[in-house]
C-alpha cells in the first residue's frame, strides 16, 4: 500500500472528498457526472504540477481560464486543496507522509498558497513540517539523516523558488541527496501511470523506440511489445497464449520492423494464411493486448489510474482482466479503476469497491464494506455487481 | 413500521410501483419506507430471495415478491416462493403472482392506457371481450405493445401506472396484490 489517504477540496466535481485506508486495488463506481472522472484527473493534475507548473497544468485541465474552470463551480474564491498521506521508505524507515497542496488565484493568477511535507519524527509526537512553503519562498529542512534523533536540532534552510506556481519538490526534489522525502515524493509523482488508452493512437506503424511500459496514450504499443519479446520472452508468449484464449481467431502477435524504420502489430487469424496488419483488427483486440502489456509489465508502476479498462471488450472477459487488476495490485503496484461494468465487480472482493454519490450536489466516496447490509448480503451469495445494480450502492437506502 | 422491501423479476415491475404506490402511500419515500429490487429475470429473482431475507436484519422489515405466472401453475409457483422465503416468518412475506403478466395489470385499467397513448380505438364503455377478463390473457405483453405501438417496457409502465385508478382495475392478481399489500403494512 502507498497512497493510504485522499482529501480533496474544490477540484472540479470534488468539492469535498475524504478516502481513508485505501486498500491496494480500489475499483470507484458511480452514475455519470458523480465525480469518478474528477478523482482520476487529479493524479494527471498533480503529475502535470510537477513536470511543467501549476498555471500550466491548470490551463491543461480547464483551458484558458485555467483555475477558473478547475475549481469547483461557486468556489473560486477558495483554494483547491489536495492532500495525500502515503507510506514512503526515508533512510531506511517506512514513514508515514503527508504532502498537502494548495492553490488559490489572485488578479488571474495562480499561485501555490502552501506546500507542505510532513511526517512524524518518532512513534510518538507531531508531525514534524519538513517541507513548507508558500508563493515560492519557504523553508525546508537539511539535516534529514539526523530526524530519528528528538533531541537533535534540525536545521532549516531558506529557499526562494524561480516563481511562485512552481511546486517545491520540483525544485529540491531534484536534489535528492539532500532531500530524502522531497525526492522520493516527486519520484512517486512521476511514476505514477494514469492511463489514457486510445485505441487510434496505439495502431498503425510507430516509431521504433526504447519503451520498457505502455505510455499514458499506448502510441508506443510496438516497441514495448517488441522490448517484451526480446527481452523478457517468457511475458510476451505468456501474453500471446492469453490472446489467443481470449480473442477468438487469434493465433500469433509479432511485431513488424517497416521498410522506413518504423514498427507495427501484426495479428495472425489461424483461418487465414495471410496475417491482418493491425489496421485490419478490431479495436477489442487491440485493447485487450494493450491492457495484457500493461498489466503483465515486469516492473509494476507504483501507483496506476484507468478509467473503465471494460469498453470494447466482451462482457464474458471482465472476469478474467478484473483478476489481472488483482494480480497486479499483489505484485506490488497500487491501482485505481472507474468501471460501469457490474461483471468487472462481481469478480472483485467488497472492500476493494467505492461508489460515487451526489448528495446535496456534493460528490461522497462510500467504502462498499463499509455497510452491513452489504456486506451480509454478499456473504450470503449476492455477488458486488448485482448488488449494485439492483441499486444497493445507495446511501439513502443503507442509512435509514 | 419496518420498510416494505419489493423483490421484483425486472426493471418493468419497479416502474410500475414507482407510479402505483404514491396512490396508496402519498408519504412513501422510496428508499426510505420502501424498496425496489429489480431482477434480471425470473431465475436470477429466485436465486436472490433466501439471500434477502437472511440478509435483511433491520427490525420490522417486510417482503413483497412479485413474479409473473406466465401461464404456469400458480399455486406451485406460490409455494416454492413461499420455500425459498421460509427463513422469515410467513406474516412478514407477502407472495404475488401475477396473472400473467405485468401488462395484464395495465389491461385491467384501459382509461389509464388510452390517457397516455391515444390510439387504442377503445372505449372503457365498450371494452372487448379479451380485455374483460385481462388475467384470462395468455400475451398480455404482446396485446399491450399492439395497443400502444411501443416495446419499450420499462417507459411504458411507468407512464401508464402513474394514470392507473387502482379501485377500477380489472385484473384480479391487481385487486389481491393491493389488499394484500394494505394488509401487510397494517400489521
Given at each position: 500500500?502507498?497512497?493510504?489517504?485522499?482529501r480533496?477540496?474544490n477540484f472540479?466535481?470534488?468539492?469535498?472528498?475524504?478516502?481513508?485506508?485505501?486498500?491496494?486495488?480500489?475499483?470507484?463506481?458511480?452514475?455519470?457526472?458523480?465525480?469518478?472522472?474528477?478523482?482520476?484527473?487529479?493524479?494527471?493534475?498533480l503529475k502535470?504540477c510537477?513536470?511543467?507548473?501549476?498555471?500550466?497544468?491548470?490551463?491543461?485541465?480547464?483551458?484558458?481560464?485555467?483555475?477558473?474552470?478547475v475549481?469547483?463551480?461557486?468556489?473560486?474564491?477558495?483554494?483547491?486543496?489536495?492532500?495525500?498521506?502515503f507510506r514512503l521508505?526515508?533512510e531506511?524507515?517506512w514513514?508515514?507522509?503527508t504532502y498537502?497542496?494548495?492553490?488559490?488565484?489572485?488578479?488571474g493568477?495562480?499561485?501555490?498558497?502552501?506546500?507542505?511535507?510532513?511526517?512524524k519524527r518518532g512513534?510518538?509526537?507531531?508531525?514534524?513540517?519538513?517541507?513548507?512553503?508558500?508563493?515560492?519562498?519557504g523553508?525546508v529542512?537539511?539535516?534529514e539523516?539526523?530526524f530519528d534523533?528528538?533531541e537533535?536540532?534540525?536545521?532549516?534552510?531558506?529557499?526562494?523558488?524561480?516563481?511562485?506556481?512552481i511546486?517545491?519538490?520540483k525544485g529540491?526534489?531534484?536534489?535528492?541527496q539532500?532531500?530524502?522525502?522531497?525526492?522520493a515524493?516527486?519520484?512517486?509523482?512521476?511514476?505514477?501511470?494514469?492511463?489514457?488508452?486510445?485505441?487510434?493512437e496505439?495502431?498503425?506503424?510507430?516509431?521504433?523506440e526504447?519503451?520498457?511500459?505502455?505510455s499514458?496514450?499506448?502510441?508506443?504499443?510496438?516497441?514495448v511489445?517488441?522490448h517484451l519479446y526480446?527481452?523478457?520472452r517468457?511475458?510476451?508468449d505468456r501474453?500471446?497464449?492469453?490472446?489467443?484464449?481470449?480473442?477468438?481467431?487469434?493465433?500469433?502477435?509479432?511485431?513488424?520492423p517497416?521498410?522506413?524504420?518504423?514498427?507495427m502489430?501484426?495479428y495472425?487469424?489461424?483461418?487465414?494464411?495471410?496475417?491482418?496488419?493491425?489496421?485490419?483488427?478490431?479495436?477489442?483486440t487491440?485493447k485487450?493486448?494493450?491492457?495484457?502489456?500493461?498489466?503483465?509489465?515486469p516492473?509494476?508502476?507504483?501507483i496506476?489510474?484507468?478509467?473503465?479498462?471494460?469498453?470494447?471488450l466482451?462482457?464474458?472477459l471482465m472476469?478474467?482482466?478484473?483478476?489481472?487488476?488483482?494480480?497486479y495490485?499483489?505484485?506490488?503496484?497500487?491501482?485505481?479503476v472507474?468501471?460501469?461494468?457490474?461483471?468487472?465487480?462481481?469478480?472483485?472482493?467488497?472492500?476493494?469497491?467505492?461508489?460515487l454519490?451526489k448528495?446535496?450536489?456534493?460528490?461522497?466516496?462510500?467504502?462498499a464494506?463499509d455497510?452491513?447490509?452489504?456486506?451480509?448480503?454478499?456473504a450470503?451469495?449476492?455477488?458486488p455487481g448485482?448488488?449494485?445494480?439492483?441499486?444497493f450502492?445507495?446511501?439513502?437506502r443503507?442509512?435509514? | 413500521?419496518g420498510r416494505v422491501?419489493?423483490?421484483l423479476e425486472?426493471?418493468?415491475m419497479?416502474?410500475?410501483?414507482r407510479g402505483?404506490?404514491?396512490?396508496?402511500?402519498?408519504?412513501?419515500?422510496?428508499?426510505?419506507?420502501?424498496?425496489?429490487?429489480?431482477?434480471?429475470?425470473k431465475?436470477?429473482?429466485?436465486?436472490?430471495?433466501?439471500?434477502?431475507?437472511?440478509?435483511?436484519n433491520e427490525?420490522?422489515?417486510?417482503?413483497?415478491?412479485?413474479?409473473?405466472n406466465?401461464?404456469?401453475?400458480?399455486?406451485?409457483?406460490?409455494a416454492?416462493?413461499?420455500d425459498?422465503?421460509?427463513?422469515?416468518?410467513?406474516s412478514?412475506?407477502l407472495i404475488?403472482?401475477v396473472?400473467q403478466?405485468?401488462?395484464?395489470?395495465?389491461?385491467g385499467d384501459?382509461?389509464?392506457i388510452?390517457?397516455v397513448?391515444?390510439?387504442?380505438?377503445?372505449?372503457p364503455?365498450?371494452?372487448p371481450?379479451k380485455?374483460r377478463?385481462?388475467?384470462?390473457?395468455?400475451?398480455?405483453?404482446?396485446e399491450?405493445a399492439?395497443?400502444?405501438g411501443?416495446?419499450?417496457?420499462?417507459s411504458?409502465?411507468e407512464?401508464?401506472?402513474?394514470?392507473?385508478?387502482l379501485?377500477?382495475?380489472?385484473?384480479?392478481?391487481?385487486?389481491?396484490?393491493?389488499?394484500?399489500?394494505?394488509r401487510l403494512?397494517r400489521?
Amino acid at each position: 500500500m502507498i497512497i493510504e489517504s485522499l482529501r480533496i477540496k474544490n477540484f472540479k466535481a470534488l468539492q469535498n472528498v475524504v478516502i481513508n485506508n485505501l486498500p491496494q486495488l480500489s475499483v470507484f463506481v458511480g452514475r455519470n457526472g458523480s465525480g469518478k472522472t474528477s478523482l482520476f484527473k487529479v493524479f494527471a493534475f498533480l503529475k502535470n504540477c510537477l513536470r511543467n507548473n501549476v498555471r500550466s497544468a491548470l490551463n491543461a485541465e480547464g483551458g484558458r481560464m485555467g483555475f477558473r474552470e478547475v475549481v469547483t463551480r461557486g468556489h473560486s474564491e477558495e483554494a483547491i486543496e489536495i492532500e495525500i498521506q502515503f507510506r514512503l521508505e526515508i533512510e531506511g524507515k517506512w514513514r508515514l507522509v503527508t504532502y498537502l497542496l494548495s492553490i488559490r488565484e489572485e488578479n488571474g493568477r495562480p499561485y501555490v498558497e502552501r506546500e507542505i511535507l510532513r511526517y512524524k519524527r518518532g512513534r510518538y509526537g507531531a508531525p514534524y513540517h519538513y517541507l513548507d512553503f508558500s508563493s515560492g519562498k519557504g523553508q525546508v529542512v537539511t539535516n534529514e539523516e539526523e530526524f530519528d534523533e528528538p533531541e537533535k536540532e534540525l536545521t532549516r534552510t531558506f529557499q526562494e523558488l524561480d516563481a511562485p506556481d512552481i511546486l517545491a519538490i520540483k525544485g529540491l526534489g531534484l536534489f535528492g541527496q539532500q532531500f530524502k522525502a522531497a525526492s522520493a515524493f516527486r519520484k512517486l509523482i512521476e511514476n505514477w501511470h494514469v492511463s489514457d488508452f486510445h485505441i487510434s493512437e496505439a495502431r498503425g506503424k510507430k516509431e521504433d523506440e526504447e519503451a520498457y511500459h505502455l505510455s499514458s496514450s499506448g502510441d508506443n504499443l510496438p516497441s514495448v511489445a517488441r522490448h517484451l519479446y526480446e527481452n523478457e520472452r517468457p511475458i510476451f508468449d505468456r501474453i500471446v497464449e492469453k490472446m489467443r484464449q481470449r480473442v477468438p481467431g487469434v493465433e500469433r502477435v509479432d511485431v513488424e520492423p517497416t521498410a522506413d524504420g518504423g514498427l507495427m502489430m501484426r495479428y495472425t487469424d489461424g483461418a487465414f494464411t495471410e496475417p491482418f496488419i493491425d489496421r485490419n483488427v478490431s479495436d477489442g483486440t487491440i485493447k485487450m493486448f494493450a491492457y495484457l502489456l500493461l498489466l503483465d509489465d515486469p516492473k509494476p508502476f507504483p501507483i496506476l489510474c484507468v478509467e473503465e479498462p471494460e469498453n470494447q471488450l466482451y462482457p464474458e472477459l471482465m472476469y478474467v482482466l478484473a483478476e489481472e487488476f488483482i494480480q497486479y495490485a499483489e505484485r506490488g503496484g497500487q491501482v485505481f479503476v472507474s468501471t460501469h461494468s457490474p461483471e468487472f465487480l462481481n469478480a472483485l472482493p467488497l472492500d476493494t469497491i467505492f461508489w460515487l454519490e451526489k448528495k446535496d450536489g456534493v460528490t461522497c466516496v462510500n467504502r462498499a464494506s463499509d455497510y452491513e447490509l452489504i456486506r451480509n448480503l454478499n456473504a450470503e451469495g449476492d455477488p458486488p455487481g448485482a448488488l449494485w445494480q439492483q441499486g444497493f450502492f445507495n446511501t439513502q437506502r443503507l442509512e435509514n | 413500521m419496518g420498510r416494505v422491501i419489493f423483490l421484483l423479476e425486472e426493471p418493468s415491475m419497479a416502474a410500475a410501483l414507482r407510479g402505483i404506490l404514491p396512490k396508496i402511500y402519498p408519504n412513501w419515500v422510496e428508499n426510505v419506507d420502501w424498496i425496489a429490487i429489480p431482477h434480471g429475470g425470473k431465475s436470477d429473482l429466485e436465486n436472490s430471495i433466501r439471500r434477502k431475507v437472511r440478509a435483511w436484519n433491520e427490525p420490522g422489515v417486510r417482503f413483497v415478491i412479485l413474479r409473473d405466472n406466465d401461464c404456469g401453475d400458480c399455486i406451485a409457483r406460490k409455494a416454492r416462493l413461499r420455500d425459498l422465503a421460509s427463513d422469515r416468518d410467513a406474516s412478514e412475506v407477502l407472495i404475488r403472482i401475477v396473472c400473467q403478466e405485468l401488462e395484464s395489470w395495465f389491461l385491467g385499467d384501459l382509461a389509464a392506457i388510452n390517457a397516455v397513448y391515444n390510439r387504442t380505438g377503445i372505449s372503457p364503455d365498450n371494452i372487448p371481450a379479451k380485455f374483460r377478463d385481462p388475467d384470462k390473457l395468455a400475451n398480455a405483453a404482446k396485446e399491450l405493445a399492439q395497443l400502444t405501438g411501443t416495446n419499450a417496457k420499462v417507459s411504458r409502465a411507468e407512464s401508464i401506472a402513474q394514470e392507473m385508478n387502482l379501485s377500477a382495475n380489472r385484473s384480479k392478481s391487481f385487486q389481491v396484490f393491493v389488499s394484500g399489500l394494505q394488509r401487510l403494512v397494517r400489521v
